[in-house]
C-alpha cells in the first residue's frame, strides 16, 4: 500500500505536534504513532516549560542558567534561540486553550534546581499531558492533518542521491506495510531510557528515531549523555516505569535526607537541593552506595500540607495509592534514567546531515543541553527547535514536486515472534545498561557492556535472522543498536563531563568538545 502527503511526523510528543500544526497551516501532513496519539514522553512531564516571561526575569538570566548547568558543552547560539524564542511561543500555546497555573492574571511560575528565578510555567503537576491534550485537540481540528494510531515506522526510504522521501510503516490494526512518500520526514519520537532497567520513561521509549536516522546515514552526536532523574519513587512502578517525583518539589521547600535524618546535599554543592541534576542525581548515587542504603528520604515538612495539594495533586494521589501520605511522610527516592541530552544531530533549523531528514524534541541534539540539560529546558527546546523546523522545510522544500518512488519496499512479515524470548532478550540489555552505562561508569565496564549487547545481538539474529519483522522485534533491535551507539559514544570520552562520569579520567579536559559518531 503507498499513500503521499507533504510531510510526514513520527512521534505524537510536543515537538512533533507543533511542527504538524504549524505546517499544516499551509500543507498537508500526517503524524504517525506506534501507540495510542497521547503515548508520548510529553504526557509524563510534570515540572513544566522554563520559559523567561517573570517581570523580574530576562533571556539573559535564563541563558546564563542553561549555559552554567551545561557544564561548558552547550552551543551558545542554539541556546540563546531557545531563551529568546521561547516566551513568545508559550504565550502561543496558552492561546490553544491549555490551562496553566496562573496567579493574579498571569503564569504562576515555579522553581527547579539550576534557575536562578522563578521561571517554570506549568498547570499543577500534570503540565506534559495538559500541552499534550491541548496540541492535540488543535492538531486533530485542522483539515490538513491526519494522526495515525498503531503505526509503527520501520525505516527512512532513501533515494540513490541519498535523500530521504519518505518512511516505510506497519499499521498495526490491519497487520499491512504502508509505504508513504513525503517532501521531507520530522523525527519527533521521543527518548530512548527504556533502554535502562529503572526509568521515569514508558514503554515507547525505546530510541526507534536514533535508530531509524542513524540507518539512513545521519550522524548522532553526545549519546553518552543519559540524564538520571534524581528523585522517583522507591520500591512502587506503573506500567513498568518509575514514578517521578518532580523536581518542583524541591523548589518549593523539599529537602534529601538519609534515612537517620541527616541532609547530605550541603555537603555536595553549595546549592544543596536546587544543584544542577547531574549533582544531586551523583550525590545520591554516592550516598546509596556508601552508606548501603536502598534510598534516601525527601523530607517535605517545611511545606505546607495546602500548598502541597494545591501544587502537587497528581503526586499527592499517586503516592497515596501506594500507602503514603506526603503532607505527613517523607518520601523514599532513588534516582532514574530520565532523559537523553545526545541525539540525532541537527543545525538551528531542525536539519539532520541527510537531505529531507529533520528532527526535534528529544530524539535530537541541538547542543542547548550541553552536558546537562537545565530542568524544564527540554519542552521548551522541542517548541522552539519544532517551529524553526516547521519554517525550514517549508523554505527548503515548499516549492519542490512531491518525489514518487517507482520502487517498490519489500518486505515479509513472519507472525513467529515469542513474547517471552524478545521480552528476556529485552531484560538483559536494560540491565545491561543500567550496570554499565549508568550514574558512574568505567572503561572496562563499559566496555563489557559493549561484549554484552554484541552477544545479545547474535542471540535475536539467531531467533530472528534479518528480514523478519514484529514491531517487536524491530523495537528490540533499534534498542540493541542505540545501547551500543551510547556505549561507543561514551568510551570515547575521556573526560568526566556532566551527566558522563568515568572513573579512570575523573578531571574535565580543558576544553569542551562534542563526541559525534557517523555511520560507515
Known amino acids: 500500500m503507498q499513500l503521499e502527503t507533504d510531510y510526514i511526523v513520527v512521534g505524537s510528543g510536543i515537538a512533533g505536534l507543533w511542527f504538524a500544526y504549524t505546517v499544516s497551516k499551509t500543507s498537508k501532513v500526517m503524524v504517525l ?4 496519539d497521547s503515548d508520548s514522553n510529553t504526557n509524563y512531564a510534570q515540572g513544566g516549560i522554563a520559559a523567561a516571561v517573570g517581570s523580574d526575569d530576562s533571556p539573559r538570566l535564563h541563558l546564563e542558567d542553561t549555559l552554567n548547568a551545561g557544564n561548558g ?7 540563546r534561540i531557545m531563551v529568546e524564542e521561547g516566551p513568545g511561543l508559550v504565550r502561543a500555546l496558552k492561546k490553544l486553550h491549555i ?3 496562573t496567579k493574579a492574571g498571569a503564569f504562576e511560575l515555579g522553581i527547579e534546581g539550576g534557575h536562578s528565578k522563578r521561571r517554570v510555567v506549568h498547570a499543577a503537576d500534570t503540565t506534559g499531558q495538559a500541552v499534550e491534550n491541548g496540541l492535540l485537540g488543535t492538531v486533530r481540528s485542522s483539515r490538513n492533518a ?3 494510531e498503531q503505526f509503527f515506522v520501520i525505516d527512512l526510504l532513501i533515494d540513490d542521491s541519498g535523500q530521504c522521501y519518505g518512511v516505510i510503516a506497519f499499521n498495526r490494526e490491519d497487520n499491512m506495510f504502508v509505504e508513504i512518500h513525503a517532501k521531507a520526514i520530522m523525527l519527533a519520537s521521543g527518548g530512548l531510557c527504556w533502554l535502562y532497567e529503572h526509568t521515569t520513561n514508558p514503554r515507547i521509549a525505546t530510541g526507534d528515531g536514533v535508530a531509524m536516522a542513524w540507518r539512513a546515514g545521519c550522524e548522532a552526536r553526545d549519546l553518552e549523555f543519559v540524564q538520571f532523574h534524581p528523585t522517583s519513587l522507591f520500591g512502587a512502578t506503573i506500567d513498568g516505569r518509575a514514578f517521578l517525583i518532580s523536581e518542583a518539589v524541591r523548589g518549593e521547600g523539599g529537602i534529601l535526607k538519609t534515612p537517620d535524618g541527616e541532609r547530605f546535599m550541603t555537603r555536595y554543592h553549595k546549592d544543596a537541593e536546587m544543584a544542577p541534576r547531574d549533582v544531586v542525581a551523583r550525590s545520591i548515587y554516592n550516598e546509596l552506595r556508601t552508606r548501603r542504603l536502598d534510598y534516601v528520604l525527601l523530607d517535605l515538612s ?10 502537587f495533586p497528581m503526586i499527592a494521589e499517586t503516592c497515596r495509592r501506594f500507602g503514603l501520605d506526603i503532607t505527613k511522610e517523607p518520601i523514599p527516592v532513588v534516582p532514574a534514567a530520565h532523559y537523553s541530552v545526545g541525539g540525532i544531530k541537527t543545525d538551528l533549523w531542525g536539519r539532520t546531515s541527510v537531505k529531507g531528514i529533520y528532527a526535534s524534541g528529544e530524539c535530537a541534539n541541538t547542543g542547548v543541553h550541553g552536558a546537562n540539560r537545565l530542568a524544564s529546558n527540554s519542552l521548551l527546546e522541542a517548541l522552539v527547535f519544532a517551529n524553526r523546523a516547521a519554517m525550514a522545510t517549508l523554505e527548503d522544500n515548499g516549492r519542490n514536486p512531491l518525489k514518487i518512488s517507482k520502487i517498490p519496499f519489500q518486505c515479509c512479515l513472519k507472525s513467529i515472534e515469542d513474547p517471552s524470548l524478545i521480552n528476556s532478550l529485552a531484560s538483559s540489555l536494560r540491565q545491561t545498561m543500567w550496570r554499565f552505562a549508568g550514574i558512574v561508569r568505567s572503561v572496562s565496564e563499559m566496555e563489557r557492556g559493549r561484549a554484552r549487547i554484541a552477544e545479545l545481538v547474535k542471540e535475536l539474529d539467531a531467533l530472528y535472522p534479518q528480514g523478519t519483522f514484529s514491531p517487536a522485534i524491530q523495537e528490540l533491535r533499534n534498542m540493541l543498536l542505540v545501547g551500543d551507539l551510547i556505549l561507543q559514544s561514551a568510551l570515547k570520552r575521556k573526560e568526566s563531563r556532566g551527566l558522563h562520569y568515568v572513573e579512570e579520567y575523573p578531571s574535565v579536559l580543558p576544553e569542551a568538545g562534542h563526541t559525534i559518531l557517523k555511520p560507515d
Open 302 to 311: 517545611s511545606i505546607p500540607s495546602e500548598r502541597i495539594l494545591e501544587r
Open 73 to 79: 558543552l552547550c552551543d551558545i547560539e542554539a541556546s
Open 146 to 148: 491526519t494522526i495515525m
Open 99 to 101: 490551562d496553566f497555573s
Open 33 to 36: 504513532t506506534k501507540k495510542g
